[in-house]
């Protein structure tokens, strides 16, 4: 599902490069459940940003389903990143003024699906994370927990074939973020592939695999869990 | 996607969100409108007075009358004065083809003259006006009860007068006919047979309301004029210039009179035309300059709306990284920008554009009530082809506005936007 051959990035600010991933060489598997650890400054934000074509690179290849993603236009990244890919941010990032099923409902907005069809879509998305009656509630109204979970039901709606969490749990508290981590189980069954940018080590667990990221390099795989996915 | 109910949900809630700054940013659009109306229709009230000052006059005429010879010619000495005549009429009419109507005329009264008009035992002074039935043609006047001369009254020259409205209140009683009673002109008794109004009350032509018109050739038997008349009113065919015309007038009748060809100084004359072009060019000139200012006005208010939306699109940098990250093409973020401009730009145009009318229209109210007749000032207003080319102008005032902040807006770097705060 998503190849990296030989992939760098540097970063210029002032006069010498910042070489943050070197040479990097990865390949996640379709409806593989995988989280990326590292400190900070690994280069795990910004390889994330690659993969979710947020970023460019300056050499090597991206292969996302089998397209070469490289100096792509505006537009066609767009619409890779509305197709292939789903975000969730730690900050859940939600339209503050949009209630949560126009939340929901938004990817669809860009694919040019009427207001109508796409409101009952982010209905049941909503409904597969729960928050049914909640739908008409904005943001500020929710929980951090609830929040999360609507932006994951965005991130589903335009059926994707990759997640891309950056630290999905990183405001919630230990409860609620065992609740989305459930979540994310529960999509990787249904074989979508899941990335999970992380720093806590009992989420890196609940992944089949552990990339570990030092200072632009990977540093190591760790496979576990071998029985999911 | 533009009647996306979604689409104007977010551009109220951007509009509203800090309502004071887009009232302010609304505000220098609403007034640049505002003054580019009332500045045209102000114009055109001025245009409208002084145009009206022409009086009824159709501008393909002319006047021209005789002042007396400056130069010898033919054995006959500078400084001779003579007078036009019932001949230099059938002339004119042979030697130019040009020539539509020919109004020969002469006056008692008017500048300083008394005329001694009576009735019964009312008397009064008016200017006493010789004319044919074709001044109707030149100087168009409103009958309102019988008739204006016609070819008979002159003809047989008829002892009967065309009385001005005010001759008449003058004259004769509120209630009473006037039409068949005698008034006596100068120790002559006439019949009159019509009283007439002018069509516009606040021009030159006001004067006209206080004057008698009797049949020319009735005049010059009853006051000794002879032959002779005082000027002619002269009017071309629709598809000559009366500029032309004037030139060829003048050497005829200086052929007539004896008057040397380069005696510039023995007839007097006055063209409406070329006054009239005049006056074109000076209005043209005034509309150039509001529509300049004018312009100038709303481009200040629409540097405004453009300088807010690079706010705006500052203050939402975030949530344009979210929208780029969940595959928002770079054009439905520019057209949200835009749309959300061109809104604003079109709500406070669109008052300007009523407000401005609104006052357009006050004003005149109350030069009618109160029944201002200025010759500087008359019926301020704006033509429906000028509301619709402003509002043509607001609304690509409000695209250009939007379309650079909206350019910002979709070369947001989505990676930064998402690490900023808000």
Known sequence: MIKLVGLNKYYYLGKTPLHVLKDVDLEIGSGELVSIMGSSGSGKSTLLNILGILDSYQSGEYYLDNHLVKDLSQRKAAKYRNQFLGFIFQSFNLLNYKTAVENVALPLYYQGVPRKKRNALAMEYLEKVNLLDRAEHLPSELSGGQQQRVAIARALIANPKVILADEPTGALDSETSNEVMNLFRMVNKEGITVVIVTHENEIAAQTDRLIRLRDGVIDHHVVQNQTSG | ?422
């Not at chain 2, 035992?121 to 044919?132: Q, R, T, Y």
């Open chain 2, 1 to 422: 996607m533009i009647l996306d109910r979604d689409n104007w949900h977010e551009v109220y809630v951007v509009l509203s969100r800090n309502p004071l700054r887009t009232f302010l940013t609304a505000f220098g659009v609403f007034w640049g409108i505002f003054m580019l109306i009332v500045m045209l229709g102000s114009g055109k009230g001025l245009q409208n007075g002084v145009q009206a000052d022409f009086g009824s006059y159709a501008t393909n005429s002319m006047f021209i009358w005789a002042q007396g010879t400056s130069m010898p010619y033919k054995g006959l000495p500078a400084n001779r004065y003579f007078e036009l005549n019932n001949r230099d009429v059938e002339v004119l009419f042979d030697r130019i083809p040009e020539i539509q109507t020919i109004a020969p005329r002469t006056q008692l009264g008017g500048y300083g003259e008394n005329t001694d008009i009576s009735r019964n035992n009312i008397k009064g002074s008016f200017s006493v006006m010789g004319d044919v039935p074709e001044l109707m043609e030149i100087n168009p006047k409103k009958i309102k009860e019988g008739r204006f001369l016609n070819h008979f009254d002159v003809l047989e020259k008829r002892k009967v007068a065309v009385i001005g409205r005010r001759v008449k209140d003058v004259l004769f009683d509120l209630d009473e006919d006037a039409l068949g009673q005698s008034i006596s002109i100068n120790g002559v008794y006439f019949t009159v047979i019509g009283v007439f109004d002018v069509f516009n009350e606040a021009t030159s032509d006001e004067d006209e309301i206080e004057t008698i018109f009797i049949p020319i050739s009735t005049f010059q038997q009853a006051f000794n004029r002879g032959e002779n008349i005082g000027w002619m009113s002269i009017m071309t065919k629709a598809d000559a210039h009366i500029a032309d015309i004037e030139d060829k007038v003048k050497s005829v009748l200086a052929d007539q009179h004896s008057v040397h060809p380069d005696d510039k100084r023995a007839f007097g004359s006055w063209n409406m035309e070329k006054q009239f072009l005049k006056m074109q060019n000076l209005f043209t000139g005034i509309n150039f300059l509001i529509w300049i200012v004018g312009i100038g006005t709303l481009l200040a208010g629409v540097i405004g709306i453009s300088n807010i939306m690079l706010i705006v699109v500052k203050e939402r940098t975030k949530e344009i990284g979210v929208r780029k990250a969940l595959g928002a093409y770079p054009w439905s973020i520019i057209s949200q920008i835009v749309l959300e401009a061109i809104t604003l730009t079109s709500i406070a145009g669109y008052l300007g554009l009523i407000a401005g009318v609104a006052t357009l229209e006050g004003v005149n109210r109350l030069l009618v009530k109160f029944e201002v007749k200025s010759e500087m000032f008359q019926n301020p207003e704006v033509d429906f082809k000028v509301a619709i080319t402003a509002t043509g102008i607001i609304i690509i005032a409000g695209a250009i506005a939007g379309l650079i902040p909206a350019q910002k807006a979709a070369r947001i770097n989505p990676v930064i936007a998402l690490k900023t705060e808000g």
